[in-house]
């Protein structure tokens, strides 16, 4: 029995001291959660009431296009650090946080904290990065499915960013993401707009199909899904990105569609040399070419499509 109690000892103190590296300030934009959809968040823990829900913040650099505004945060203010739960993280994970908290979650009332932003001057854009699951999975039949992007412009002078770490519930609608309030100099921005659109159409491959600016679609498709909304959004790593709301776009026939982002008349975003790319670990990569779909930009209609096919079966095709 007291061997078995010495090798139980030791099999704790393993565990206890196994750790990664410490996590530390990004380096050229580099993200501690690879996340991009957008997330609830659980503040607090160890039994307590949750603290008061409040907004996502603000971490990436943005650039305001198009009359897009935000109310300036001069301070942050971090009050509420987080206590767990720490659902989906390795043990690995939860120790390096404890080296380079605290950590304050988004979401909470008490923790308020805004990076940089500017007005956006017409600068083209370097490139869209199309969500990870349109460039991978196919829709499937009567099943949600993520539309979202992301809008980079590279910066001829960095921003200021906060430093963020996923906390618990990765790659779920209960994604919780938090900072330590450390911040790094970032050297791209992405774009907030209210003129930023997608619109879907189911379409025949023999077709012919020419983009008509007047009525933003494709002629020569059928009438655009309906059933989704979409807009701008703050997601759970508190950088601005366009994505559908209401679960997303759920296509109810197989067969061939075509997704379209695009900017509605009187945007000054240009994406006349915008390229598809993918914001990987701080270091973009461009071009990217998808998995199974490949984005294309269309830059003299200003916009950037990918052709999906939907089908029967299988798991679900929603984004993260």
């Given amino acids: 029995m007291r061997v078995l109690s010495i090798i139980f000892v030791l099999f704790l103190s393993f565990l206890l001291i196994q750790c990664s590296d410490p996590i530390v300030n990004p380096v050229n934009c580099g993200e501690l959660s690879c996340s991009k959809g957008p997330g609830g968040g659980h503040g607090g823990g160890g039994g307590e009431e949750p603290p008061e829900m409040a907004t996502n913040n603000l971490s990436f650099p943005a650039l305001l296009a198009d009359g897009f505004a935000l109310i300036d945060i001069p301070e942050a203010t971090l009050t509420v650090p987080y206590a767990g739960p720490y ?110 659109n997608v619109v879907i159409q189911k379409y025949d491959p023999e077709a012919t199909l020419t983009w008509n600016a007047t009525t933003n679609q494709w002629d020569g498709a059928e009438a655009p899904e309906t059933g989704f909304g979409f807009a701008q959004e703050l997601n759970v790593g508190g950088k601005y990105i366009f994505g559908a709301s209401t679960g997303g776009w759920k296509p109810m026939v197989a067969g061939e569609y075509r997704i379209t982002f695009y900017f509605e008349s009187g945007s000054t975003v240009d994406l006349s040399s915008a390229q598809v790319g993918d914001y990987n670990e701080g270091t973009p990569i461009i071009p990217k070419i998808g998995e199974r779909n490949t984005a294309v930009v269309d830059p003299v209609n200003n916009l950037t499509y990918m052709d999906v096919t939907a089908v029967q079966g299988g798991g679900g095709g929603g984004g993260h």
């Fill in 87 to 196: 659902d989906g993280l390795t043990a690995e994970e939860i120790a390096a946080l404890d080296l380079s908290g605290p950590w304050y979650a988004q979401k909470v009332t008490g923790n308020v904290w805004q990076g940089d932003y500017a007005d956006y001057t017409g600068t083209p854009v370097t490139f869209i990065d199309w969500g990870d699951a349109m460039e991978s999975v196919d829709p499937k039949l009567r099943r949600p499915y993520r539309v979202e992007f992301g809008v980079y412009v590279e910066l001829t002078t960095p921003m200021n960013a906060y430093t963020m770490a996923l906390l618990a519930f990765p790659s779920s609608p209960d994604e919780t993401q938090g900072t330590n309030g450390t911040t790094y100099l970032c050297n791209y921005a992405t774009i907030a707009s209210p003129l930023g």
